[in-house]
């Protein structure tokens, strides 16, 4: 079947905007996972969900950021008030299941450019 | 946010030589990984590492689980062109689902 999918896959906001990112995982994978990547840096962890569970959310780097997974498959990653630190692509990932070890399945990001 | 120390940061090599990669961490790791970024894309997993001491090939390329479980290397043999691309180490400590990346190696393989 079809792998992550992400969409849109650039977004140009301007500074004080909210913007609202969307992820399509594997279809029947149990966990979801958001992460950041600066510009030349590798992925940082964001958020984790199991089902429509928000398990950890350590990664958050802010009160702006909030993620949902309502019905335990779509996922959406909002940012509030966006600033110029929150440009970055923004990587979603699904496994099949909550296992420690499952591999984790990454969609091609969303390039956020903040104005 | 904590990243693996990731070594070197790019490398220029030409068509058919070998080169290796490695990465460290001041924390234990069960769980290495190493991953393959294309331009556009999201990383795409290469070899998956669970025990202190493994080495598992994959083609090309070999991977081994440092034995301190803060280390791993990546080697690829006879390098061709459609090796570009950036590669990343990453880690799963403890019970933690997500992963820990380090900082990349650009790769680029000369004619």
Same mark, same amino acid.
């Given at each position: ?7 849109? +896959?650039?977004?140009?906001?301007? +500074?004080?905007?909210?913007?609202? &990112? ?7 994978? $149990? ?23 928000? &398990? ?12 949902? +997974?309502?019905?335990?498959? $779509?996922?959406? &990653? ?32 969303? +390039?956020?450019? $903040?104005? | 946010?904590?990243? #693996? ?10 068509? %058919? @030589?070998?080169? !290796? ?5 001041? !924390?234990?790791?069960?769980?290495? #990984? ?19 001491? @493994?080495?598992?090939?994959? %083609? ?21 062109? !459609? ?10 400590? %403890?019970?933690?689902?997500? #992963?820990?990346?380090? !900082? ?8």
């Amino acid at each position: 079947g079809a792998g992550v999918s992400q969409s849109p +896959r650039y977004k140009v906001a301007k +500074r004080g905007q909210d913007v609202a &990112l969307r992820c399509d995982p594997i279809s029947g994978h $149990v966990s979801l996972f958001w992460y950041q990547q600066a510009l030349g840096q590798g992925p940082e962890f964001l958020t984790y969900f199991q089902n429509e569970a928000q &398990l950890d959310k350590s990664g958050l780097p802010s009160d702006r950021f909030f993620a949902e +997974r309502p019905e335990g498959s $779509v996922s959406t &990653l909002k940012i509030q008030r966006t600033q110029q630190e929150d440009s970055a692509v923004y990587l979603c990932a699904s496994s099949l299941t909550g296992r420690v070890n499952n591999e984790q399945f990454f969609g091609p990001g969303t +390039r956020l450019t $903040v104005l | 946010g904590q990243q #693996l120390n990731q070594s070197p940061q790019s490398m220029f090599i030409q068509e %058919g @030589e070998d080169v !290796s990669m490695n990465c460290t961490s001041s !924390s234990i790791f069960n769980t290495w #990984l190493w991953y393959k970024q294309d331009p556009g894309e999201g990383p795409v997993l290469l070899i998956a590492l669970y025990k202190a001491g @493994e080495l598992t090939s994959n %083609g090309r390329l070999t991977a081994q689980f440092g034995i301190t479980r803060k280390d791993s290397f990546l080697n690829i043999s006879a390098s061709i062109p !459609s090796d570009v691309g950036i590669y990343f180490c990453a880690g799963q400590a %403890g019970s933690a689902r997500q #992963l820990t990346f380090g !900082s990349g190696t650009q790769l680029t393989v000369l004619p």
